[in-house]
């Protein structure tokens, strides 16, 4: 049972307990290791209730210049150079989701440009929207968790307006939309669900962020900290304006700053005693 929030009567909101439905479970995830950061425990809790599950990476993550110039000693990075970091992080998002019992034919890489989302909501581009609404009518899910609009990374801002268009568009049953916000705070009063993991589903969740191996040499502890004890997702943003290419500019400062200077200690807890376990162990060295 997780608690839900449903809007009524403009700010004043009812809560009411039910069983989310995970019969048909839709994950958009703006680049590999997102789904697992956000929705490790969900995706667990999908597979145990005999539901399906669909993953789509929108991005292969393949603009991420720190962590390749640092881990291939290199300072330009070229297209080519892009393309085998691109390709190196799919290959981790599909070890990723091995480790959460997760089939690699759920899941589908569309090959949008990374960190540049963002430019092609302004220019009304609409190859991501229409190949969402192809993929909500084709699956027709129960369930679709996509990032949020108030999430400080541009892709994810962006990629939330394009799946809350792609829900309107689309000729079938609205199912339900929960949001995710990985990159800075959420709005409490949006909570719309959360789900409780265990001991184990914690674990797993665990090796799965342990997979990105390439993401793991600059921002471990930042990364393995969203092992925590529960997931939240929250309410549908179609109240929400689009963002602007000032606020899209000044969320990305503000993450840029939180990942270099601040983290929040209180949520980099580990979830098992030792920080080096077998299943990271084993996910380095399929790198090596």
């Known amino acids: ?16 307990r039910v069983a989310p439905e995970l019969a048909r479970t839709l994950i958009v995830a703006p680049h590999p290791d997102d789904d697992a950061i956000a929705t490790g425990g969900l995706m667990q809790k999908v597979l145990a209730s005999g539901g399906r599950l669909r993953i789509l990476f929108v991005t292969d993550g393949e603009s991420n210049p720190w962590p390749q110039r640092f881990q291939q000693r290199k300072i330009v990075i070229t297209a080519a150079d892009r393309a085998e970091w691109g390709a190196l992080r799919r290959a981790e ?29 302004f220019s009304g581009d609409q190859r991501l929207p229409q190949r969402l609404v192809q993929e909500i009518e084709q699956f027709r899910p129960t369930l679709i968790a996509a990032p949020s609009k108030l999430d400080l990374h541009p892709d994810h801002r962006a990629i939330s307006c ?17 949001t995710y916000v990985i990159h800075g705070g959420a709005d409490d009063h ?27 040499a600059l921002s471990r502890e ?10 939240m997702f929250y309410l549908p943003e179609d109240d929400l304006e689009r963002p602007g ?35 990271e162990r084993k996910a380095r060295a399929a790198h090596v």
């Open 162 to 178: 394009f799946v809350h268009d792609a829900v309107k568009r689309a000729a079938v049953e609205h199912p339900a939309l929960v």
């Open 245 to 279: 290419r000032l606020r899209l500019w000044s969320g990305w400062m503000r993450h840029v700053f939180r990942v270099l200077f601040w983290w929040p200690k209180s949520e980099a807890a580990p979830v098992v005693a030792d920080p080096d376990t077998p299943s």
């Open 1 to 16: 049972m997780i608690e839900m929030k449903t809007p009524d009567d403009g700010a004043r909101r009812t809560t009411q």
């Open 222 to 231: 930042r990364f393995l900290a969203h092992a925590r004890s529960s997931e």
């Open 93 to 121: 998002a599909i070890c990723s989701l091995a480790s959460l019992g997760v089939p690699s034919d759920t899941a589908s890489f569309l090959g949008f440009p990374d960190q540049r989302m963002s430019s092609l909501l």
């Open 190 to 216: 949006r909570l719309s669900s959360r789900f409780e993991l265990t001991a184990e589903e914690r674990q797993r969740k665990r090796a799965a962020i342990a997979c990105h191996v390439s993401q793991l």
